[in-house]
């Protein structure tokens, strides 16, 4: 009895020392998402480097064999690109930002008004605009561009930094985060407390909302800034002035100069790579916003 007692009690006392061999499958399990995880980051980065490393690169240097060491060129190129037509990259550069921030503004503004109403209020056809809003969302731009040249042209807009801006103005997209973050942080029972303290619907949106609404603007804001940085389609149809291009368009405009002149892939390249600082420093300046509770600017009980 005692012998048979010490023989079913050993497997026992093997596993209080943590013998079971449990975690190891664990471990070999997360192995599989963090290594796609790795093979994503160097997939994106890859070409980042690239051009980080290739704006260094003289011309000489660019068309050699290439290497993933900085080169001897980058000075250089950049005061290539800047006496490039009198500094017309910093022109191009300019008009990015006025489209991308002006207009990355007007549609958080719009998305805002827009998304708070259909989240708060209560009206014959609200599901009906929503929806049109979300299929909005599921078109692509492609298919928009034309139509919208076509109405830029009947109004005589075209070639005019209004005819890239006007059609950034409303965002679906946008809509629909702002609705869903209004009817997240907004809570009903902070617009009745307001409207019985005899606030108008202007007061409670503005003084109550909209404070509540910031970290949800804020990544309307991003993304639009960031699509229209990033726009190619509709500038290269409503522009023919070079003056008026967007960063996008003009180094386009370089790159296909550049088949007759191999000298400006070098400009190509540097261009390429200071266009993407502003993006990266957008990112950083702004992402505190995203750290803010849900109920920012709320009382909370």
Known sequence: MSSLAVRKAAPAAGTARGTVPGPAPRRRTA??????????????????????????????ELFSTFTFLPGTGLTENLKDLHAYRDGVYWKWMGNSALYAGLGALLSAAVSAISGYALAIYRFRGRETVF?????????????????????????????????????????????????IYAAAA??????????????????????????????????????????????????????????????????????????NTPALYTLVITGALLAVVPLVALFLVIQRFWSLDLLSGAVKS
């Open 31 to 60: 192995l599989v998402p963090t290594l796609a995880l790795l093979i994503g980051a160097a997939y994106c980065l890859l070409p980042v480097a690239w051009v980080v490393i290739a704006a260094t690169k003289s011309g000489s």
């Open 131 to 179: 929806n049109i809003l979300m299929a909005g969302v599921l078109m692509p731009p492609v298919i928009l561009a034309v139509p919208q040249y076509l109405l830029m042209a009947e109004a005589d807009l075209t070639d005019s930094y209004v005819s890239v801006l006007l059609p950034l103005v409303l965002s679906p997209y946008g809509v629909y985060l702002a609705r």
């Open 186 to 259: 907004v809570p009903s029972d902070v617009v009745e407390a307001g409207r019985m303290d005899g606030a108008s619907e202007l007061r409670i949106f503005t003084r109550i909302a909209l404070p509540m609404m910031v970290p949800g603007l804020v990544t309307v804001f991003l993304f639009q800034f960031v699509a229209v940085w990033n726009n190619f389609l509709l500038p290269y149809i409503m522009l023919s002035d070079d003056e008026k291009f967007p960063i996008t368009l003009g180094l386009f405009t370089l790159l296909e100069q550049g088949s």
